[in-house]
T-cell receptor
């Protein structure tokens, strides 16, 4: 079974803090993705990576950065958290050319 | 404007009843369409995937249909169970990009 894990299920941070969200997959997938999910908007792609040290902007990259130093790990970084970044963050992975993405359980981030 | 529209936004049904969820899309070119189920507090899990040539696909009590001409898909839940309470998300793949619907929240009551 594919397993995608995220470092925290719930996180509360203050405005201006630097926030790290970690995602690890154990199936040697090349592709990894970070989404945020907000009511009424569905999932929106923030960043994705097709290989180690490679990253591409998604639809809403502003205010975020990512790091992929190892194949199994993809980190999302909020350099200076703001209240409009309060959301559910979902990580996903897929094999190269694979049609299906496998999602982690999500991290619900609240910025106060 | 979102390229994938789902309806209704939410619905409540009694246990044992059937329901149908709708997904209309404008994504072009079209590669495939997938329905995901997302339990509260969990990540989405794939239910079905359909390509251009497939009209119907079933996964247990879930049956998805696709009309690629009208760009419409539906997900039918038969004999609903309490465990069907979840959000159902329609995802359409174009050339290389996924477009997500906002989801339909289904609540099954005893």
């Amino acid at each position: 079974d594919v397993k995608v894990t995220q470092s925290s299920r719930y996180l509360v941070k203050r405005t201006g803090e630097k926030v790290f969200l970690e995602c690890v997959q154990d199936m040697d997938h090349e592709n990894m993705f970070w989404y945020r999910q907000d009511p009424g908007l569905g999932l929106r792609l923030i960043y994705f990576s097709y290989d180690v040290k490679m990253k591409e902007k998604g639809d809403i990259p502003e205010g975020y950065s990512v790091s992929r130093e190892k194949k199994e790990r993809f980190s999302l970084i909020l350099e200076s958290a703001s209240t409009n970044q309060t959301s559910m963050y979902l990580c996903a992975s897929s094999p190269r050319g694979g049609r299906q993405q496998y999602f982690g359980p999500g991290t619900r981030l609240t910025v106060t | 404007k979102n390229q994938v529209e789902q309806s209704p936004q939410s619905l409540i049904i009694l246990e044992g009843k059937n329901c149908t969820l709708q997904c209309n899309y404008t994504v072009s070119p079209f590669s495939n369409l997938r329905w995901y189920k997302q339990d509260t507090g969990r990540g989405p899990v794939s239910l079905t995937i359909m390509t251009f040539s497939e009209n119907t696909k079933s996964n247990g009590r879930y049956t998805a249909t696709l009309d690629a001409d009208t760009k419409q898909s539906s997900l039918h839940i038969t004999a609903s169970q309490l465990s069907d309470s979840a959000s159902y998300i329609c995802v359409v793949r174009g050339d290389y990009k996924l477009s997500f619907g906002a989801g339909t929240t289904v609540t099954v009551r005893a």
